[in-house]
């Protein structure tokens, strides 16, 4: 039988988990989006709610919006969903 083991960590990998497992696995590094990736995900994630990003950020407030994000399109399109549960 196989096992699949699926997980995160913010730490180094190598400090994280064991070395025996370690040496039996493949991980996968993520690296930051880019700000006009992370632009990209957020404007399609809108449309699909048929919004804007003009109907619900300033300039200034969408900058924010990508850069709090730190990369991470999980954190940006959870920013997002907490946006629009306020109008």
Do not use: Y
């Not at 993520?30 to 990209?40: P, V």
């Not at 919004?51 to 959870?78: H, I, K, N, P, Y």
């Amino acid at each position: 039988a196989d096992v699949v083991l699926v997980g995160a960590t913010t730490e180094s990998v190598s400090h994280s988990i064991n070395r025996a497992l370690l040496s039996r696995t493949q991980v996968l590094r993520f690296e930051k989006l880019s700000n006009e990736s992370l632009a990209l995900i957020a404007e399609r994630a809108l449309a699909q709610m048929k919004l804007t990003r003009e109907a619900l950020f300033s300039e200034d407030g969408w900058e924010f919006v990508l850069r709090s994000s730190g990369g991470d399109a999980r954190r940006l399109l959870q920013t997002l969903e907490n946006v629009t549960f306020l109008i």
